[in-house]
């Protein structure tokens, strides 16, 4: 039974019972390895980064060697209280989260709620289709307040350390326009007021609407880095809840129309030397990374607990094969095909321990 990707198999093939005694392998030598680069067999290199969710996650991204937290969902600062966390609140979680990470970045993204997640204590309006209502960056500009608070304290922990902000559910060039001059207000708030910053944060937004894949060309001229939310992306694509079970095969990662978004998004933010990361379910995908690679991901974005098996696939692959993959798949036709083109060409490589 797999756990990560919820796969039961019943009188496991000789084949499939040593590919989990591989991965059960991975995650118990994960704690004592060190941050070391990570670079396909023919020498491209690529981050892998943790996704966290609160500050046990970033000690977590220390102890599986990720070189970064890659996303620091900041939405449990939120729940069970009364009120909106303080700028020193999440100041100090951002503080100790650079600590515990010792120089390694810190990508944080501000507030992603709404949709199915709504603190008891703010005010939402009464929506028929909540996934596509208010919820992420859209929320947090029609409260200035509650933006500005969280970017001042992001802006303070990034003095001296390697710290990022990130905006999610960015779907046109106005939004991120919009974010960035709450950055440039507060700036200047902090600035008077004394505090010291880093003036050159990079600024990066998740890729996780089909809006923003199309205009990803015009959104690379003012981010400095793009995160592809595949979780998200894949839903709002296929027009299909990622929440709902029966549509599971439908807002499939892998459909056609996602991985050609994918392609695009990366194409243009290379054309503007911008670095792409994979983050959400597929980023994960033991199978699915000879392709991302080969679309062109300079940065996977993954659980703690899947860090060391990534790395060791990554490791495992040869970059100029995985650009052929990608271009054999981007002519499938559907997800299961596609599937099946990886789980042939790459899972039985692994398996006989060969680089792909
Ligand atoms: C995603 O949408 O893929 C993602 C990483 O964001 P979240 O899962 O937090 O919505
Ligand atoms: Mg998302």
């Given at each position: 039974?797999?756990?990560?990707?919820g796969?039961?198999?019943?009188?496991?093939?000789?084949?499939?019972?040593k590919?989990?005694?591989?991965?059960?392998?991975?995650?118990?030598?994960?704690?004592?390895?060190?941050?070391e680069?990570?670079a396909?067999?023919?020498?491209?290199?690529v981050?892998?980064?943790?996704?966290?969710?609160?500050?046990?996650?970033?000690?977590e991204?220390?102890?599986?060697?990720?070189?970064?937290?890659?996303?620091?969902?900041?939405?449990?600062?939120?729940?069970?209280?009364d009120?909106?966390?303080?700028?020193?609140?999440?100041?100090?979680?951002?503080?100790?989260s650079?600590?515990?990470?010792?120089?390694?970045?810190?990508?944080v993204?501000?507030?992603?709620?709404?949709?199915?997640?709504?603190?008891s204590?703010m005010?939402f309006?009464?929506?028929k289709?909540?996934?596509?209502?208010?919820?992420?960056i859209?929320?947090?500009?029609?409260?200035?307040?509650?933006?500005?608070?969280?970017?001042?304290?992001?802006?303070r922990?990034?003095?001296?350390?390697?710290v990022?902000?990130?905006f999610?559910?960015v779907?046109t060039?106005?939004?991120l326009?919009?974010?960035?001059q709450?950055?440039?207000?507060?700036?200047?708030?902090?600035?008077?007021?004394?505090?010291?910053?880093n003036a050159?944060?990079?600024?990066?937004?998740?890729?996780e609407?089909p809006?923003?894949?199309?205009?990803?060309?015009?959104?690379?001229?003012?981010a400095?880095?793009?995160?592809?939310g595949?979780?998200?992306?894949?839903?709002?694509?296929?027009?299909?809840?990622r929440?709902n079970?029966?549509?599971?095969?439908?807002a499939?990662?892998l459909?056609?129309?996602?991985?050609?978004?994918?392609?695009?998004?990366?194409?243009?933010?290379?054309?503007?030397?911008?670095?792409?990361?994979?983050?959400?379910?597929?980023a994960a995908?033991?199978?699915?990374v000879?392709?991302?690679?080969?679309?062109?991901?300079d940065?996977?974005?993954?659980?703690p607990?899947?860090?060391?098996?990534?790395?060791?696939?990554?490791?495992?692959?040869?970059?100029?094969?995985?650009?052929?993959?990608a271009?054999?798949?981007?002519?499938?036709?559907?997800a299961?095909?596609?599937?099946l083109?990886?789980k042939?060409?790459?899972?039985?490589?692994?398996?006989?321990?060969?680089?792909?």
């Open positions: 039974m797999d756990g990560d990707i796969e039961v198999i019943a009188n496991p093939t000789e084949a499939e019972t590919k989990h005694m591989i991965r059960t392998e991975m995650s118990s030598v994960e704690t004592v390895l060190s941050v680069p990570t396909t067999t023919d020498g491209h290199t981050k892998v980064f943790a996704n966290v969710a609160n500050l046990e996650g970033v000690r991204a220390v102890s599986s060697g990720a070189e970064g937290v890659g996303l620091f969902r900041t939405a449990f600062l939120y729940f069970e209280r009120a909106p966390p303080t700028e020193a609140e999440i100041f100090n979680v951002m503080k100790q650079v600590s515990i990470m010792q120089g390694e970045p810190v990508i993204r501000t507030l992603d709620i709404g949709g199915d997640k709504k603190p204590y005010e309006p009464k929506e289709n909540p996934a596509l209502g208010l919820r992420g859209r929320y947090c500009l029609r409260i200035p307040s509650l933006l500005e608070t969280q970017v001042a304290a992001i802006l922990a990034s003095m001296g350390a390697d990022w902000i990130m999610p559910m779907t060039v106005r939004e326009k919009q974010a960035k709450s950055l440039q207000k507060v700036k200047c708030i902090l600035t008077k007021r004394g505090a010291s910053f050159n944060i990079k600024v990066g937004i998740m890729i609407t809006s923003a894949a199309l205009i990803s060309d015009e959104l690379a001229r003012e400095d880095f793009f995160s592809i595949t979780n998200d992306l894949a839903q709002y694509t296929m027009a299909a809840d929440e079970d029966i549509l599971a095969t439908i499939d990662r459909e056609p129309s996602v991985l050609r978004l994918i392609k695009q998004t990366t194409d243009n933010a290379h054309t503007r030397n911008l670095p792409v990361a994979a983050c959400g379910e597929l995908d033991a199978d699915a000879p392709l991302l690679l080969g679309l062109g991901l940065e996977f974005r993954v659980n607990s899947d860090i060391q098996v990534i790395k060791r696939v990554i490791q495992g692959l040869k970059y100029g094969e995985t650009k052929a993959t271009e054999e798949v981007l002519r499938l036709k559907s299961s095909e596609t599937r083109y990886l042939n060409r790459f899972q039985q490589k692994r398996l006989r321990g060969g680089s792909a």
